[in-house]
């Protein structure tokens, strides 16, 4: 069964595409502003100081010549 796509399809068709691409626009500036937000906030706290591993001492592998 075929059907043509009448004129009121392609109205109801382009205002709902412009409406999709109108808050597609706006979720994205939304999101990008609170991503901004978010680094901004990070960049003005004062920097932790990095942990620092426990100090283990190097040792060296002695040799010593045995002699039996």
Do not use: K, N, Q
């Amino acid at each position: 069964m075929g059907t043509s796509l009448t004129p009121e399809f392609w109205e109801r068709f382009t205002l709902l595409l412009f409406a999709a691409t109108g808050v597609t626009c706006v979720l994205a500036a939304l999101f990008d502003t609170l991503v901004l937000r978010r680094r901004g906030r990070r960049a003005r706290r004062r920097p932790t100081p990095p942990s620092r591993a426990p100090h283990r001492p190097e040792t060296a592998i002695h040799h010593s010549s045995v002699r039996c």
